[in-house]
């Protein structure tokens, strides 16, 4: 994001994890860290020229309010940030839907997004969805999530699939990545040479991936040639469709979590 189109006066509320990704990533894209304060009593590491306050300050508030904390703290967060009357809110918290926010919060406009950590090297994705259809509301937080990757709006209703799908998806996907490798070491491999062989693999396949016009499942095909042993291999992840049945389960637990979660922001 250039300059000119960062924010005069951004809060972030809670730097943790992904907080923290996400707030290095913007600085490090070009907003000034002069521009953003911390809120966290937590005292987070942050990069040189953030401010970090353990309160909401007092004055005027900001361009744009992100809340980046557990979704278990929207109530204490409200109440310590009630009088704060940002253009637009962001927040992350999943499972908390736009009504539950718009019921705590004074924001002119509310935006949930949905990152996952790859955000932390701009390769991440961004899920997006707003209380308005205002063209400039939506450019400016396109803007603001464009440097950490791939940004998609969403209909609420599927907001906790894609929460599942993308903002868990890296931790399915670091779990098939260990079970690669330790399949490796099962069959004789060293522990660390099945490891970087894994993460080898799986990085270039992705890379691949998403530079394809081909689907993945084309792809995969195409690497498998008529009786040799990665046909051998797709016939057991294919076999009742055992691999699809597996995330599909998987995605559904998650999404019902959100749900849940959903569920107790409402009450």
Not at 201 to 223: H, K
Request: aromatic content about 2%.
């Amino acid at each position: 994001m250039s300059d000119a189109q960062a924010p005069a006066r951004l809060w972030l509320v809670g730097a943790g994890n992904m907080g923290g990704a996400m707030l290095r990533r913007w600085v490090a894209s070009g907003i000034a860290s002069d521009r953003i304060t911390v809120i966290d009593p937590g005292s987070p590491a942050v990069p040189e020229g953030v401010r970090v306050l353990a309160e909401a300050p007092d004055g005027d508030a900001p361009d744009i309010l992100i809340l980046a904390v557990k979704p278990q703290m929207i109530d204490a967060v409200a109440e310590a940030i009630c009088s704060a009357e940002a253009a637009m809110l962001v927040s992350i918290l999943a499972g908390v839907e736009v009504a539950a926010l718009r019921s705590r919060f004074a924001a002119r406009a509310i935006v949930r997004a949905m990152p996952n950590l790859s955000v932390a090297i701009g390769k991440g994705v961004v899920a997006l969805h707003g209380d308005s259809e205002a063209p400039a509301l939506r450019a400016a937080a396109e803007a603001l999530m464009a440097p950490l990757g791939h940004v998609e709006w969403v209909e609420e209703a599927l907001f906790d699939v894609v929460t599942a799908l993308s903002g868990s998806g890296p931790g399915f996907t670091y779990r098939f990545i260990d079970a690669l490798a330790k399949g490796g070491e099962a069959l004789g491999l060293p522990t660390d040479q099945a490891l970087r062989l894994a993460r080898a693999t799986v990085e270039g396949s992705a890379m691949l991936a998403a530079q394809a016009d081909e689907t993945p499942a084309i792809l995969a095909d195409r690497v498998a040639s008529p009786g040799g042993s990665t046909r051998e291999g797709l016939n057991v992840l294919d076999a009742d469709a055992a691999l699809v049945r597996l995330l599909t389960d998987t995605l559904a637990a998650a999404t019902r979590r959100n749900a849940e979660l959903a569920a107790a922001a409402r009450s």
